[in-house]
């Protein structure tokens, strides 16, 4: 999968995933009122809506990048409902050739951690026949209990051919809380990119590993030093636009071809309809206002090459 | 909830958390042909399976514990039926008076944090009407994004009056990859404990905090210097039994009251009857096996004090 996605990548010229992370007020109100008439103001009338506003944002796109990367938690938010819609969503991207990246960020150990890799990357054994559960691509996943909490997931990856990104050094304000801290003279973020080299090393694709990382945006310089110690693991990068970083402080997450990272956005894309720069799209354009803010944002990117 | 958490405890005299942590090798024969034989051996008729599973143990235990930890990632490994299956087991252990707390995990930023504690401590709002989500009593969660993580769940547990259990030192044997290195003379997991502290100062119940710690039974002298750090900070105790901890190893998780922690077992009661020991039950008693499991942990707990 992490060869389909760097070609993919290389053909639409885009390294870019567009975050399907659904609010409800992200949601035009005539989608709104239309779900919610037909299935009423409740979990299941917002599920349909999300799924609705989803499906019309992936039409827009999909052509023009590579991947996509539904937050889980905005679905869980509405119950089973919810998850119900972040089923709907993976299976709709997949038919339209899309990567997805489960960003479930789950991290447990041993048969629980299986357990997680099973219902999102792999199926699971019932009665001598195998059953998907979500079907993502690739999933990110929490490093802090260690390896019993990373192999489980490696080993679902390379009997599926999937791949998960490792949390190394999170976009928000307070990721240095624990990961900046000195251990031996470098930072917890540094060990832990240290582990995903290592773990990814046996486990890699044409040029990259299945084993990627995550590294915010608005930490570039981190990003630099993180290239370095893990060559051959693909970045996704949170934290593009809304969260303040931008295009030409991306470049030190690449490798000299311009392939290495994957660069995320999600309420700058899909709630550009409700940015002043793209207000003029309206309501009923949102989907099309999210196709301009990618097209903006590929521009933006390939300035830094 | 920490209220009612230590109020069952000392009304019951058992710390004890029961994991309900379903997998489809521990669910006797007949349960499952049954349940295949309704909804197919599928998804469908795995997720009915396991939750008949768990009300048989539910209705075996519940006068004797406080409460339940069903881990979702048993569930979601059958996909979105098994998040159903999750949802009733939550609903079924509330409606037998138990405190349920969510072995969920979860851990993000800001909004999406907050998305997750909504979903699952609290209700959302649609179209001006409020809708509980999975509606566990606590949520475990992982620190590794700092506080930005945890905040959005201590807004909710406050309003809501529920709680969270941070995890500070798991239970598994790579937990020292990270959580053990040593950060100006104290290792990861107590400056995660410290943290806790402080976080929890603000958000007190009548003698314990809102927000708990996790910390593994198979590390008793870190137990014991946890419980200092923490004094306010309830302890929730995996590892018992099928890991490895027992009874009087556990002392030092306690206050000398008795009280202050709460020890999980999962397997250990829910498939007692797979085990020599409980073996004379059989499939059909796997229930009375569970109930005799939980009546040799009390015994054992007891022990202790």
Chains 1, 2 share one sequence.
């Not at 938010?77 to 299976?91: C, S």
Request: hydrophobic content about 40%.
């Amino acid at each position: 999968m992490i060869n389909k996605l760097v070609e993919e990548i290389k053909k639409k010229n885009a390294p870019i995933v567009v975050g399907l992370d659904p609010m409800l007020k992200f949601v035009p109100e005539y989608i709104k009122q239309e779900k919610f008439k037909e299935f009423g103001a409740n979990q299941k009338g917002a599920a349909e809506a999300i799924f609705e506003y989803n499906k019309g944002i992936v039409d827009a796109v999909y052509d023009l990048v590579p991947a996509v990367k539904p937050q889980i938690a905005m679905y869980e938010q509405f119950g089973v409902e919810g998850v119900i819609a972040f089923k709907r969503t993976v299976d709709y991207c997949k038919e339209k050739g899309l990567v997805v990246i489960g960003d479930i960020k789950r991290g447990d150990i041993g048969s629980t951690s299986e357990a997680y890799a099973v219902g999102h990357l792999s199926s699971v054994e019932i009665g001598g026949n195998l059953f998907e559960g979500f079907g993502e691509d690739f999933a990110t996943v929490n490093p802090y209990l260690g390896v019993d909490g990373i192999k489980p997931f490696m080993d679902v990856c390379r009997k599926e051919n999937k791949g998960i990104f490792v949390l190394v050094k999170t976009s928000n304000p307070s990721s240095g809380e624990f990961q900046d801290r000195i251990i031996d003279g470098k930072p917890l973020y540094e060990h832990v990119a240290e582990k995903v080299n290592a773990w990814g090393a046996n486990l890699m694709g044409d040029s990259y590993s299945y084993v990627g990382a995550v590294v915010g945006a608005t930490y570039p310089e981190m990003g630099a030093a993180l290239r370095k110690v893990m060559p051959k693991a693909y970045i996704l990068v949170p934290g593009y636009g809304a969260q303040g970083g931008k295009g030409a402080d991306l470049k030190p997450f690449f490798n000299e071809d311009g392939l290495g990272a994957i660069v995320n956005s999600s309420r700058g894309i899909i709630a550009a309809y409700q940015q002043e720069k793209y207000a003029s799209f309206g309501e009923k354009g949102y989907a099309d206002a999210s196709r301009q803010a990618v097209l903006d944002m590929k521009e933006d990117l390939n300035s830094i090459f």
